[in-house]
């Protein structure tokens, strides 16, 4: 059966791209640390020994727009974005800050910062700083942690109050998607702002920031982008927004003019503006192979693939892991679902340290009792998946999950 | 002359640890873009290939304390400071923002942040951005250009009103060193913190930051550091200071038990918190061979050859360009001076490309009309010196310099 669709599946040749061992590993954690494609290493040992060895300070003349030039290829092949609207730069968090601040900036008088309790802790952690800083109300909505967002509850949360509206476009535990069109338009009816965190979806499903007049986001390049550990994030700013917001962070990248070292602060014209201090270059070779990729592939076909693996996934945790205790912790409907699963289990923190260290599959843990896996379609076979969940199964028939620590250790 | 110095020169077999493609160009701008380690391609690969390919997420566990680990080694080597005061982390630019910030929050009440017109133009933005949000004074201190920063010139600046001092140690353009030790007295006499900026001094000239009871500083690795371009910055902060200090940016590489991935943001202890977003490990990689290589050669050292290749090109310029229309841009004093020499041309600018492009001699210009020569210690002879001024002088013997604009385009 896994045979049979991976047979069938049309991206499979893209795991010859990258470099995948040959080993027994099943690897379920793409979404957060996609893989090596097997280009990069190529890719950086010229960056490094020509650009940076031979040419030394010269080769600026390749690197200098290359937060822009990224930029342009996520815009056109990962989200939906014309070119001028995206830039790589800085990690995820710093750019929800410099983003955030600057659409409070631009709603003066309003008071309220509005999240859910579902967002990404370094989001969550972004807007207290922000609120308390500026005395703030930072308004956290309850969401079904396994099911996601639920228009309903961001309307009943909005008022003439709120400046801005951030959530993830797909939730990093259930892998929920947020129904990114009409929050967007609720949000708009009271004059907020939005910022979309596209971490979990650039990358895996449409994003489709033009269509839903979605403000402003920040995304990763390290999950399904494959641009290698701690690689900096990209960041959107609608056109028609650019010349009226203004970062907070004012760096010699976003000044007009740059190498005029003017003594005043201009920012510069576009998206440019959203740029601060000199990009880690090296860091920024690694995204460029990894959007290229994806972009060759195409979202249309990681989607439908995505879809298939943890539709697949989930049949095969009803058939043999529900009756060992697990429950779904994610959407079952396959079109409000993301690359990703999450399951329950009493037991999930010790299953896991059992299933990468005794069964060579890396799935990922999340507080309190989530089991993630995360088949990155890009890398992932169908096999995959019915061998993890196989060896799953087997683990916590056989108990071994019980020779390790019922928690994780608290770090003081 | 130049050879009997490079036989005697103890750093001499360093510059066989560095890639030095064998040709006639001769690299004067390490103090903008340090020359690449020959350890440092073998290295990122290992990371790329073993780490990132091979071991995934699994390698966090070699990565999560790298900003902690390559900061003691800074701490260590580079500057004067104590394991637990350095991290590696950001831009520059962005650590300025934080640090800054921070201090000004610690300062409640007091209106001006202190700085000077030779400050590094990121450093100025980002004070302007501070001021424009926080509405407070930017005093700017109007230096002797050539010279540098006058502790009198400071004290007359300073009063109680003043939160926060800013200064780079040594500057951009002259290679002027700041009196770290006076000049932070002078702020701290009036109760006010000081952040220096050791871009152009951290690996180049010992940097007394505990003997000064310096409070903060950020520092640039791409430089003398050799890092690669655009590297991950580091910063201090003074370890009494640390939990007095709260940065603006809250993420959760900043958050104690990061992956407890509470609701709440709590601060982690010690200079933790002054991290923000996962790092971009491959520049880090980087970093740590720069860091490492630098630390093997000693500052002492570096500092006695920067001081020996500076007196050379100074003796060199006096006799040879003084005649052609140059004037000393830089203190002529070493002791009072870094690494790198400025020399004022009214053509600096066109001399500047055709000195690159016809001369294989690759020196910076500086507004309006300065070419700054920087002999890196690590990677530069007495012979490199007396070719590039040799060339130089010969250039402007012959006008080649003539063909070219006579100014930097505008960009708009």
């Not at 996520?74 to 659409?103: F, H, M, R, W």
């Not at 890396?362 to 309190?368: I, N």
Request: charged share 25%; glycine share 8%.
């Amino acid at each position: 059966m896994a045979e049979d669709l991976d047979r069938a599946d049309p991206l499979a040749a893209f795991r010859d791209r990258f470099l995948v061992p040959d080993s027994d590993l099943v690897y379920l954690d793409g979404n957060s640390l996609g893989r090596l494609p097997a280009a990069t290493p190529g890719r950086l040992a010229e960056a490094v020994t020509e650009q940076w060895g031979r040419g030394l300070i010269r080769s600026w003349e390749h690197w200098i727009e290359l937060a822009q030039s990224i930029g342009d290829e996520i815009a056109a092949a990962v989200v939906e974005a014309d070119p001028g609207e995206v830039v790589v730069s800085d990690s995820t968090t710093v750019n929800l800050y410099k983003l955030a601040a600057a659409a409070l900036d631009a709603r003066p008088g309003r008071r309220v910062l509005l999240t859910d309790d579902d967002n990404f802790p370094t989001d969550s952690y972004v807007f207290q700083g922000l609120a308390a800083a500026r005395g703030l109300e930072l308004r956290v909505i309850e969401t079904d942690l396994d099911d996601g967002l639920a228009p309903a509850a961001v309307r009943s949360a909005l008022d003439e109050d709120v400046a801005l509206v951030s959530f993830s476009h797909v939730a990093y535990r259930s892998g929920a998607i947020a129904d990114m069109a009409t929050i967007t338009r609720q949000a708009h009816d009271v004059g907020a702002l939005t910022l979309w965190d596209l971490s979990h979806s650039g990358g895996s499903i449409p994003v489709p920031l033009r269509s839903s007049g979605a403000d402003l986001a920040v995304g990763c390049t390290y999950k399904y982008l494959c641009g290698g550990p701690g690689a900096p994030a990209f960041l959107y700013v609608r056109r028609d927004l650019q010349e009226e917001l203004q970062q907070p962070i004012w760096g010699w990248f976003g000044q007009r003019d740059q190498f005029a070292m003017a003594g005043q602060y201009d920012a510069a014209p576009g998206v440019t503006r959203f740029l601060v201090g000199t990009p880690a270059v090296l860091s920024m070779i690694g995204v460029r192979e990894g959007v290229r990729i994806v972009a060759e592939a195409g979202i249309g076909a990681l989607r439908a693939k995505g879809q298939a693996l943890t539709e697949y996934l989930i049949e095969l945790a009803d058939e043999w892991l529900i009756p060992l205790g697990f429950r779904l912790a994610s959407p079952r409907d396959s079109e409000r679902r993301g690359s990703h699963v999450s399951l329950h289990h009493p037991e999930a923190w010790r299953i896991c340290r059992a299933l990468i260290e005794r069964y060579d599959v890396v799935p990922d843990f999340r507080t309190p009792d989530r089991l993630r896996l995360g088949p990155a379609p890009l890398t992932t076979s169908y096999a995959d998946v019915w061998d993890a969940l196989d060896r799953l199964r087997r683990l916590v028939e056989s108990r071994a999950h019980e020779a390790y620590p019922t928690q994780r250790p608290r770090v003081t």
